[in-house]
């Protein structure tokens, strides 16, 4: 079963949807390992055509859908092993890698693997939560710490933060001190960000950015947070304005929203990024 | 049980509600069949006086509740039939029939009644789809069809519609070949739309045009969508400003949404369009 | 995606599931259609080792799973040719249909096409309802009429039902006559049952037989079931000892569930079959 | 809206079925107000037939239901005040008042009217708690206190418990020195029960005696509980051999049990009781 | 187990919270009494940090937290009598009580106790109903009544209003008459309230002000609520700007949100406010 | 907060409770993190005295709830390093651990501490699943293989099993080389197990050992259990014949049951083996 719409073979296909199923570091209440499959299953309740761009995932991309890797729970720095590797397998052959998670830290599996293709790789972050601990209950690989995680290999500079709006006091100036840049709560300055021509760029969506009220179904709700429609807008922005090598969406957490709908915004999201990304 | 302040007799009354419990052609998630008697159970929890429009149901208006028709599942043909005969009852007897449903289909019953007793109606829709398929997996007769087969009856340029955000290529290339006329997201353009004086007009929405934030209890969520004020002051101005002949409410999902907002917001919507209507 | 262990390519088997998700003539509460898709997908969650039987799905069964058949909501006649169709195709093959339902009235279908090629089958019926209605608001393909209509075909004596605890004083009295023998609210009378030698049989098994405490998922619940412990042990005699040339299983609702249990049991009983059936 | 098959006019019946929406002293978790209005709403989904007597509700009773009292939340001295009044009217009528719960203290209003009227009263109480303390948090007309105010009125060797499974060490006290008589966790010593011909029997059923499996839809609830077939077989031979002139039902909870059965299970067993006592 | 950063002894603390878990005058839908302890346990999931306000509650504030008082269920005079008397222990030892709601009944108490101590308090009110009747089925002390008795004690002019969607025709009345000072629907004209300088104010915020989308978690949902950015802002000009001698937040009733996130928003505005009121 | 009745001090108790809220390597349906703190709060619905043993928790225990260890999560090594920690200070104050799970892995904590100090220890264990895998997908500390660790430890013939009924060929394998004791599917052969007097024995319950129908609240439901009576009775008899020196509950999910009679269970299974302890 593949997300639909991405029925292209691997060979011909530009982007590749993978997904990990893993969620062992999550503090608050598990569940995203859910996520990959409930996006496929519920996929089939969304048209194929965007009205918004007015371009259709069968006739206007070549997506390929790998399906989701095995990951054992309870060894977190295998998991990143495997994790890098498939990334590193859709990077060599000259494709985009679509990571669907899982929790936030599945990202650092695919940031290790662009970073060392693309050395010079800038990071642009969505998040409700800042995810910039040094360590979380002494644990250095925990979704709480991902983007320091991210920092150690990039460095200061190279991480753009949007919507954070929870996070500890060290957090916070570890932003304010500069390490990355960080516009806390909103998105404005988007439109004002600009990297020197052909700059690749790490698009890592955390989905608990959406405000609560559109999209429940994830571990840690925090209230005020992004319109649907400014996160979209935002993100088809991103992916026609800048080169994003590599990007990810994560944390959907289905089982936590009865109703359905974050699931179902989540394939919609998806597919208007599949279709930016055709562009 | 009856809608509540929707005490008149029949006889007396100048709006008649019913109720078409009926979704066997719902192609996701069923459950509209108990919409019409979640709301009349749940009408107890609102008020009958509106502070928005300083009307009170018990004193400010007439209306019945004819109760639900009992409608056989699996027969859409005999299932229509009953909802137009119905409807023709009540327009026969000089009265504005007001829908419940149940699925976007059972508005073709009262479309065929209201047509042949005003062959020049026009008819407005709310709606977050398009519903303009011709057929859906060969059946003519489905909820995605269903204005579809209204424009069948009216022809082009009779129907409007507002937010649609999700729909097929050929459903879009259809509205922009200018058969309907259509504001796709939003409904920004009713301010400037006008008929020649008394031009009878059916309104028909399909409950799920609102955001799924605020109603989540639907079968088919799309993200994006109208907020309640926003449909509220809609439909206020379309039954004060227009000649509306014959109405619908259609697709709570009520089990979809276990908070039961969606169902109190369908009976306070409900309450502003009575009261609107008697204005 | 498939049932666990259901890996055996069509030539190769002996045994071929096929869903039919259709529920558009269910009375009252409405989701059957998604019992295929969850039996597939929770199947990952049981083992395909029974220790009941000492047998393995991976090696002990020639099991292909041949997906579920797209049906048309809201036709009937049109759903029940083409469940006809895929149940003949299979029987023509020499292999033995399993049909995962959707609501009662899907068994139609295949019966239809065993007893053509059958014509002495014999039909062994488990269930909480009667299903013997001549009609049901008029119509007759409704799943409370399901074997009233098998019964038109077959004629007296052919039907065996077990576990009945709900009907009309007219059913009731239809069992009474004879017309179907009947042994209501347990299953006791198996071990006595007997037919000629290779007598063909059809099985059909709606879950709602069991007690709803441990099968809630299912849209109308009866008190005062059958155990898991008997209806396996039932099924297991079956399938061991007469000649069962097609079968399904019946109404699970999993949202109706939402501790999942009912998806669960249904998949362990589907597995107990299959090992039952290969022995 | 009534019970199934409640259809008598007052005068015509010889039982009289109502509703006490009431649950302020709940100290647990509560939501028994809404158990009448669902037993009437969902009491559709069964038939009116019981093959387990072979009686039915349409040819074989005479019932009124007169619906529920508009109960005072906060103030349960009027309420209870209110409740006398109601069954005292019925007892006046010569008919048998059917109490629908509601918490467990609504039995109180019921038994002081038909304490009244039949001085030499007997009851026979189903329970999991044995509802016997002397005040809760000071509160003396509270659930937990109800057959303790009982009791009061009635005094020792009047009042028999079946299945009660929790209570402080005082309640046991209460019960071992002979003041009510009790059979902890069952309901065996049923058939060795007898009283001087004609004594007069109030029933009371909380239905918190059954199972959890079974019935769920409780607020407090104690594992190791009666099987449905146990009350269904112990309330018939109750009703058949004693001569019961009041009676109720009480504590279902509905929402606390999403998959909608002990709601089923409370209207199954509402018709069983109406149509033992039309024997 | 206290609210995350209320660690402080009661000697040491400026402000001290207490629960009042007790619903029962609820007329819908009960189940506010588990706000307070749902608020404790959940408030670990959040940061101790605010971003918005650049300030901790470990380091920057001095809160007690004094748990719930035991209030006895449908006693209502005796429950407020409780509850008066702790929050009259609490200013009596200079310190602004916290009142964590329950139903909005309880605010009556803490009024009582702040009203004598201050006999010319002021109330801000944020709700979505105005509960100004007069009596409730003829009970005075209940939840839609309880600005109508903080009225009789206050008398014309002492009270402002802000939000109130839902009423009847008398009480919307009772507003215009000028006894109470309300702005519906919104608050916007905050920014012009001016008291005399020092004047003592009691806060009352009734969550359900909040639109349903954002705070489905309370029994009665009125569409067209205030945004949790709207209602953020006001409290913190309120607490900034106003001398708040005592507080409360009622009505969250948390099962009625199977997300979680009603609870995660109240557990976050009140880590604002307690912030604001550090200030 | 600690679990009802259990407020003795470390110094006063014979009996000490600790919970591991761990679930970082469940393979299905996490959530027994949340285990611990639901039987604490829920404890407060049940009695402190037992019916069935006639002792009571306030009067005939001496129990110590010691609260949770706060494990990182994605780090099962440090995890159960921290469990033994823990389980040997109570051993060596001479007291018995009794460990609230978390998933089945947290057991392997207290086994080695147990086997430490009784290297002669034998284990009872009572399951659904046999647990005696090698590895799950290559980890070697999963909940999967805890019985396998624990027969690491101990050899062959010291782990007698009841209950299972779920495995694979190999795991059912082992059991009938003999290296484990395992009577599959039931209980019944517990009455005649004896050991040498005084032999150390450590107990372990995975709670889904009972039937989904009775306990749903789990991640892995297994229909054809063992009824709570059973369960209740096995659990008494071995606490009261057998030394038990160490003993743990694991496997309660209780975000899986909502109706919340799961955790209900839970609580009174603890109360009744805690008296059985103290006997």
Redesign the interface.
Known sequence: ?NFIGAEHAFADANVVLFGAPY?????????T?FGP?AIR?ESF?????S??Q?R?LETDSRVHDSGDI???????D?ALDMIEARANEILAAGKVPFLLGGEH?VTLGAVRAAAKRFPDIRIIHFDAHADLRED????K??HACVMRRCHDILGDGRIWQFG??????DE?AFMKAGHVVSE??SAKTLSSLSFPNGTPVYLTVDLDVL????F??TG?????GLR??EL?SALCEILTRFNVVALDNVELSP???????ST??AC??LREELLALAS
């Open positions: 079963m969620d062992s570091t999550t503090s608050f209440r598990p569940g390992r499959s299953t309740g969304i048209e194929t055509y009205p918004y007015n259709d095995e990951l054992p729970f309870g060894a977190p295998r830290l979380y209950l002494g644990v690989l925990s954070i709006r929870s996070g500890t006091r916070f806390p709560f405000d609560p009220s559109e429940p179904g840690t709700q925090e209230a005020g649907f429609a979209h089982a936590l929203d009865s109703s359905g709908r179902a915004l919609k999201l």
